[in-house]
């Protein structure tokens, strides 16, 4: 100011670049350590004091300078100037906003000036870009690079997934990048197996035979064959068996059967009663033995029993159990009640009893004979 440096001095530790561009010092709040005046400002003194400081430890360069210029922020309802450094460019003209046109440089050699960016030759994502170098204000992205929309990606390239796709993959189960499908990203294809990334195959139960929450093949899995649908049941003396899914989404199974005489179904709706259902049903005497049905085994001894016939071989029918031997001998009997012996072992009755009435005068039986 009046031909004189000022007291600041914004000198940068920073080295200048090995490319033409603009360095700056100061901002638009920066005083300078002083008070301004309009005539200070306007005046023929006002100016830049500039030097140039090499520190290298040998040899020597040069510090080359091909214009200054000044910026003066001033408020009083005055135009404020836009500068290149605020609107983020880096090359290309700029209008100012209060008439005039700045130049924000240029880029290097074999880079492109975009939209005022420099940068799609760099090797790195920055600025507009959408992957490295390209997208944005730079030449638009190949197959599988990143994208933010359709304008990022080159003709016929669609952004899908966030990645410029050969199609617009629009098909259930499909998608554009590795991390979905296992493919090469850029690539429509199927969506890896047991997976839904997208949310697009809702879970049904699988007694609907229907979807099992995953993709598989480019649609939604179905739950596969032989997966349980629905369980076996039994109404009126009609068996209706297990269901299956078919894996084609059908719930199948045989049709329902009688069960065999002379058993219904059981209790709790689910089976035909049988001789190995651990219950006395049917026409059993016992549990699982016995009775009119032939597949039933006959009851060994100690077993209820309804006549000889449903005991084993070699046993007899004797008080309603399956006993060792016929016993008829007076004072014997074949169950537990009347001997205090395990039941199917003929034995004497029980002292000073006579359930079966076999000794006149009222007398009891005692040591297999009944009392003199």
Known sequence: ???????????????????????????PTDLWGRTWTAAEVNGAGFGVALSAKWVGATGSDLALVDHVRVTVYHGGGC??????????????????????????????????????????????????????????????????????GAADCASALTCVDGVCCQSACTGLCQACTSAKTGVA???????????????????DPASTCQKTGFCKNGACELHPATTPCAPASCSAGQLTPAKACDGSGQCLGGAATACPAPYACNAAGTACQSCGDGLKNGSETDV???????????????????????????????????????????????????????????????PNTD????????????????QP
């Open 79 to 148: 135009c404020v100037p836009k500068t290149c450094l605020g609107q983020g460019l880096s090359c290309g003209p700029l209008d100012d906003g209060c008439g005039t046109t700045l130049d924000c440089g240029s880029c290097a050699t074999g880079d492109s000036c975009l939209a005022g960016t420099c940068g799609c030759k760099n090797g790195v994502k920055n600025g507009s870009e959408s992957d490295v170098d390209c997208g944005g204000v730079c030449p638009k992205c190949a197959a599988g690079k990143s994208c933010g």
């Open 288 to 350: 699982d033995c016995g009775g009119s049905t032939a597949s039933c085994a006959r009851c060994a001894q100690g077993k209820s029993c309804g006549g000889t016939s449903d005991c084993q071989g070699g046993l007899s029918c004797v008080d309603g159990v399956c006993c060792q031997s016929a016993c008829t001998a007076t004072c014997m009997a074949c169950v537990f009640s009347k001997t205090g012996v395990a039941s199917g072992s003929c034995a004497n009755i029980s």
């Open 185 to 203: 990203s850029g690539t429509c294809a199927s969506i890896s197996a047991g997976t839904d990334p997208d949310g697009e195959c809702a879970f």
């Open 1 to 27: 100011v009046g031909g004189a440096p000022v007291s600041a001095s914004r000198a940068s530790s920073s080295a200048w670049g090995t490319s033409w561009g603009y360095t700056t010092y100061g901002g």
């Open 355 to 370: 359930p079966d009435n076999e000794c006149p005068g009222n007398k009891a039986c005692i040591n297999g004979a009944c």
